[in-house]
């Protein structure tokens, strides 16, 4: 005879509902950018595919902390399947133009949940929805200005190289006000 805990879960609110969806919109976005990398990787610009592996990481670690919140509030998890991907291209300023469109549908996303959090009156779901709506103004900011590199460089992808490389900060030990992620951030 086995002995399993049970632990009765929560009901789903409609805050909890968009959580989970969110979860998807996450791990899509993480596959997302991994296809945009190995798009760069392929074309032999390094400094580009090196930042939409990282960004592609980053899009993973949000996914993985949405699951441990939902895991701490006593909800269940399920792990989706990812949405569809974009692989192929035409040239670089596509791919970037792609990436600021997710980044602006993640912030209306995120968005919508604060709202929703505040509406339901989980004001630990607000208070836990606030880092992710500063993250956003960071995400959106930072594609935005890169899709002008590559504007500005009129095609010259070593211009678009010898910014990212130019802008290169070591690797920071994390965002200390960062939600806990599932399974430890990579």
Known sequence: MTLMATRTKEPRSKFHELLQQQVQNEFTASQQYLALAV????????????????QAVEERNHALALVRYLIDTDHRVEIPSSGEIRNDFAEASELVELAVE??????ADIKALAKTA??????????????????QVEEVSAMSTLLNVVRRASGNLFDVENFLARQAAPAPAGDPTMPPVAGGAL
């Open 102 to 107: 997710q980044e602006k549908t993640v912030t």
């Open 39 to 54: 798009w760069f990787d392929s074309e032999d610009l390094p400094e580009l595919a090196k930042r939409f592996y990282q």
């Open 118 to 135: 505040r509406a339901e009156e989980d004001y630990q779901g607000e208070q836990f929805m606030q880092w992710f709506l500063k993250e």
